[in-house]
């Protein structure tokens, strides 16, 4: 019997002793228990980090959507599988059940077979999060095609680059789309995104705003009417374990974007067991991840990890901050959500307004909450835990990759004790080990280095599609025979992990190596202070000097500025050391971030360097206008 399902701590040391020890039983146990396969694999692991080649369950058939959801239809066919909440709050919400959720996907297969798309082309799926954004991804996936999701709120030349990097047939998208009380010409934008995309045969467009667009004679089309036309019956197209399922462009923090491709069964095995023991999902719970599926924390865990375990998942079409600060507590009340799944980068926005837009809200339901994309400092930590959380509901937080495809490392809720800001220990499966500077493996316990993973895991990325060499190069290349984070993390005396940061972005001070996570979060732990990034700038003695950005909360603002610069110091004295002192502080009212709510560091280096002209790639930035402002006032 595997252990799908890890209740203790006991249990889950267990359970991780035997990932490692014999990780091909451990697998195929599980993939053979908790799924549906129309054949099983004749290998479960073939691997060789050398060239890199991972193959896991070579030789099974199967198809994801079937697992997803024709297996549940039996007996949960009237369940609700997706709960959309529209970002108008007087909007009606919708649940959609499992049998629902099949006719819909099945009719949309069916329109995208009619329009030629066959196994193996890629559509790109440029949607607001809207049901038939889920619908599209599983309705690739039904006949086999490669979904190719790109954000709504990139750029036509986003789009475009995108598109071409992986040529795809078809895009399916909308007139338009909601936020806050804004709505965005999303039809407008993929226009000019096809100007110079030759391989786009056709464009389905969904209705959501009913609004007047160009329609392009014998290349768009409204999708409704299509489907109405069409059976809501489409056969599974069956595929191999190792055929591609997605890909998905990195959210391009650190530079040019990478399509990172995931395959079927290893992909579908991994979030689901994942999505069970990282929510601790049980049958009737109500989960939502407020990530967008553009990213890969929805394709994981709004979409393919949910629906595989027959869970409830909320799919929420709006912002945080529409009609007002309290709109995420608002729907937690009215869903009576279980497990709530956010970003550092919302907890600090909301954790500044007034706590009564939490406060007049049942959160009464919530069990599990959990973090992801970017470390989460101490401060918002015992934010959500206190005010959301009311210290009773376990954070969970998860570090992860779109290369990992799934979560890695995380304390599993009701079972690991948690530490915060320290994502604590690896999932079942995951071998994580530190590295220093000559390569060589780092043992034992408090000490800190460059994290890589031994050994493979069954979602990992198999390449970058179209640039193999470039796959090889950027996670297989810095570690012999290690695949390589391109993250710094340390490791306390019980062995627990925290994420030091990006490696790129680590400051050599006087020969120290330090990371941007642990002196941001004592910055943070200031009452005046909202928010800080640091970075290091050449300095004549020291080799490098840190630079720091902060943004004030309103209590801050008022108060003189270098007393502020002082207590900010001492804090950092206190917490890291006088090696981490800030030689700059510069007050801002913004940090420039990537689209998923990432501080882009890079281009605050630039500016604390001086090489102004030189900022690089700022379109994949939601505020360019703050990037003036800094560079206007930089000391
Ligand atoms: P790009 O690779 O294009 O620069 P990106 O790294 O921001 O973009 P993602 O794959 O979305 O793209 O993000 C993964 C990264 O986010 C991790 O490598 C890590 O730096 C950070 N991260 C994610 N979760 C956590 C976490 N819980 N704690 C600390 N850092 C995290
Ligand atoms: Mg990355």
């Known amino acids: ?369 959990g973090s992801v994309g970017e470390p989460i400092n101490e401060e918002a930590w015992h934010w959500y835990n206190d005010i959301i959380g009311k210290k009773k509901s376990p954070i969970v937080d998860t570090w992860w990759q779109t290369e990992t495809g799934g979560i890695m490392i995380t304390p599993l809720p009701y079972v690991t004790p948690t530490k915060p800001t320290y994502a604590t220990l690896p999932f079942p499966g995951i071998q994580p080990t530190l590295m220093d500077e000559n390569g060589q493996e780092i043992k034992g316990n408090q000490v800190d280095g460059r994290l890589c993973i031994k050994f493979p895991w069954p979602s990992m990325a198999r390449t970058i599609w179209g640039n193999h060499q470039r796959y090889k190069d950027t996670y297989f290349t810095a570690f012999k025979d290690k695949y390589f984070t391109g993250d710094g993390a340390l490791r306390d005396e019980v062995g627990y992990y925290r994420i030091t940061g990006r490696v790129d972005d680590v400051i050599i001070v006087s020969g120290h190596n330090l990371g941007t996570a642990p002196i941001e979060d004592a910055i943070n732990e200031h009452p005046a202070v909202a928010e800080s990034a640091i970075v290091g700038f050449p300095h004549d003695i020291k080799g490098n000097a840190l630079y720091g950005y902060v943004i004030l909360k309103e209590t801050g603002e008022s108060r003189d500025h270098n007393n502020l610069r002082n207590e900010i110091n001492q804090n950092i004295t206190e917490h890291v050391g006088p090696i981490a002192k800030l030689d700059k502080i510069q007050f801002t009212k913004g940090l420039p971030k990537t689209r998923s709510g990432k501080i882009m560091r890079r281009i605050l280096r630039k500016i604390a360097s001086r090489e102004m002209d030189s900022l690089g790639d700022t379109s994949t930035l939601v505020n360019p206008e703050v990037v003036e402002d800094i560079k206007n006032n930089v000391i």
Not at 173 to 198: F, H, M, N, Q, W
Not at 253 to 272: L, R
Not at 276 to 289: H, M
Not at 351 to 358: G, L, M, S, V
Request: hydrophobic share 40%; net charge neutral; glycine share 6%.
């Open 1 to 369: 019997m595997s252990n799908y399902s890890i209740k203790h701590l006991e249990e889950y040391y267990q359970v991780y002793r035997k990932s490692i020890r014999d990780p091909e039983n451990f697998w195929s146990e599980i993939a053979e228990e908790h799924f549906m396969w129309h054949k099983k694999w004749d290998n479960v692991l073939r691997w060789d980090f050398s060239k890199p080649e991972i193959k896991w369950f070579e030789g099974a058939k199967l198809n994801i959507t079937e697992n997803c959801i024709d297996r549940h239809l039996a007996t949960k066919g009237d369940k609700t599988a997706i709960l959309f909440e529209p970002n108008n709050p007087n909007e009606d919400a919708q649940h959609i059940t499992y049998k629902r959720l099949h006719e819909r996907v099945n009719q949309l297969a069916n329109v995208l077979k009619d329009h030629g798309i066959k196994k193996g082309d890629r559509v790109c799926i440029y949607l607001p999060m809207i049901p038939e954004l889920a619908i599209s991804l599983l309705a690739c996936a039904r006949i086999g095609a490669i979904h190719s999701v790109v954000f709504a709120g990139f750029s036509s030349n986003a789009l475009s680059t995108r598109i071409n990097d992986s040529d795809c047939k078809m895009v399916i998208t909308a007139d338009g789309s909601y936020r806050g009380s804004k709505t965005i010409d999303l039809k407008g934008i993929v226009d000019v995104a096809l100007e110079d995309c030759p391989s786009i045969k056709n464009v389905l467009v969904v209705n959501r705003i009913n609004s007047k667009i160009e329609m392009k004679e014998g290349r768009d089309q409204w999708l409704q009417p299509l489907l109405d036309k069409a059976s809501k019956e489409c056969k599974a197209e069956i595929m191999d374990a190792e055929d591609p399922l997605f890909i998905l462009y990195t959210s391009g923090s650190t530079g040019k974007p990478k399509g990172m491709v995931h395959t079927t069964a290893g992909y579908m095995v991994y979030t689901a067991y994942t999505f069970k023991n990282v929510f601790q999902y049980r049958e009737n719970d109500v989960y939502w991840c407020t990530a967008d599926i553009g990213w890969i924390t929805g394709h994981s865990y709004i979409v393919y990890g949910p629906l595989a375990n027959g869970a409830t998942t909320v799919m929420f079409e709006g912002i945080p901050s529409y009609p007002d600060f309290g709109r995420f507590w608002e729907i937690i009340a009215k869903h009576k959500i279980n497990q709530f799944y956010t970003a550092p980068t919302a907890i600090r926005a909301l954790a500044k307004q007034n706590i009564d837009f939490a406060e007049k809200h049942d959160l009464s339901s919530i069990k599990v909450l």
